[in-house]
């Protein structure tokens, strides 16, 4: 079985920053309030200029570039977005347009944790006959639907898009466990009504029906405190891992106080734990990616790294993985690449002899 690495990575954000001073002047808040509930100090803001596309494109350029790529070498693109910019087409399928090529491309939608849920989604596709190349984008414009009246959630969002290039590798390497679950009983705990299919009869029978963000914060923060610590754990044990072998956490950036919970859990002391919430507030599916894409640059992954990412989110979602850092077994001039993209004879299924669990697998995935 081939695993995933990840050669590539880039970031976006948009350049307007929105300071706690900025909002002490917008709402009943305060900086002392702000930083110390949550940790956040500032936030990017989409202008006029910027879209859900404008800045994943700019992710994903950076992330092809630093594989040594371009897009026509990519096979299939997942987009992680709760806010794409159009409904149809996909958001990835806007991304291609700007990229060039002929990757697959289509959207998942898993709010904050829709990043690790698109690893977890895309990793599998890098396999002989499937795909050799998959870019995967974390993006959310959720300040377009943030009510700036309301200090319970106006405090809390920025904007921004990450992206990663995953590539074949017979090395232990990408994605080693995986953890997704749900609880969608609670999605009235962090939702945006509207926008979609559903149009209710009457606006007096749903007074709460406006296209802002709704959020519960003290519900949300409960089941972040535990999910996140959970999720975690489980994502070490079914690496086969214990706590002593964890390189670095990189949480979903929602609140400080909830980081805190996690990397207590995993036993972890702060400078092994990646944290930029303070500059750019919570970025929801970009959050994980961005935090990676700084970590990475900052020369703080080193080759066989162990890397957990864990999340939180709408839905209500959440995801963690163990990711082991490097690029290990990937081929990294252009022939070997080239050849790696053509399946091995011996790993060639014959039609009709593909095992039971084979079939099973092809089936689903192209039934999407
Ligand atoms: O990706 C997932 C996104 N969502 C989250 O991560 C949300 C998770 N939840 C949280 O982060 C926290 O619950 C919040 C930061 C949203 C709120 O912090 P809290 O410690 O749970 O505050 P609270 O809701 O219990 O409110 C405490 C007080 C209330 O006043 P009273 O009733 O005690 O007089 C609020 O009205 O703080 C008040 N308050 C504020 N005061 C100043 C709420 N928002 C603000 C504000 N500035 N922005």
Known sequence: MRNAAITGWGMAVPDR???????????????EWITSRTGIKERRIVGAEDSTTSLSVTAARQA??????????????VVATCTP?????????LVQAELGGTAGAFDLGAACSGFVYAV???????????????????????TRFVDYTDRSTCILFGDGAGAVVLEATDEPRGLLSTVL????????????PGWGAFVPESAELFPEYRPYLHMNGQEVF????????????????KANLTFDDVDMLIPHQANMRIIDAAARRLALPREKVWVNLDRYGNTSAAS?????????????????????????????????GMVRWGTAGVCHDAECRKSAAVVPESERVPAGRASDTESRTTKTLAGG
């Open 17 to 31: 920053v929105l300071t706690n001073a900025d909002l002490e002047r917008m709402v009943e808040t305060s900086d």
């Open 120 to 142: 977890a989604v895309g990793s599998p596709f890098v396999q002989p006959g499937r795909h050799d190349r998959v870019m995967v984008i974390g993006v959310d414009t959720l």
């Open 288 to 320: 994980i990616p961005i935090a990676l894409f700084e970590a990475a640059e900052a020369g703080k992954l080193a080759e066989g790294d162990n890397v957990v990412l864990v999340a939180f989110g709408g839905g209500l979602a959440w995801a963690a």
């Open 64 to 77: 092809l570039d630093t594989a040594g790529l371009t897009a026509e070498d990519i096979d299939l693109i």
């Open 181 to 192: 679950g749900a609880d969608g009983a609670g999605y009235k705990h962090l939702y945006i």
């Open 222 to 237: 409960r089941f972040a405190v535990r999910v996140m610590g959970d999720a975690a754990v489980e994502a070490v044990e």
């Open 85 to 93: 910019d159009q409904f149809l087409v996909s958001q990835a399928c």
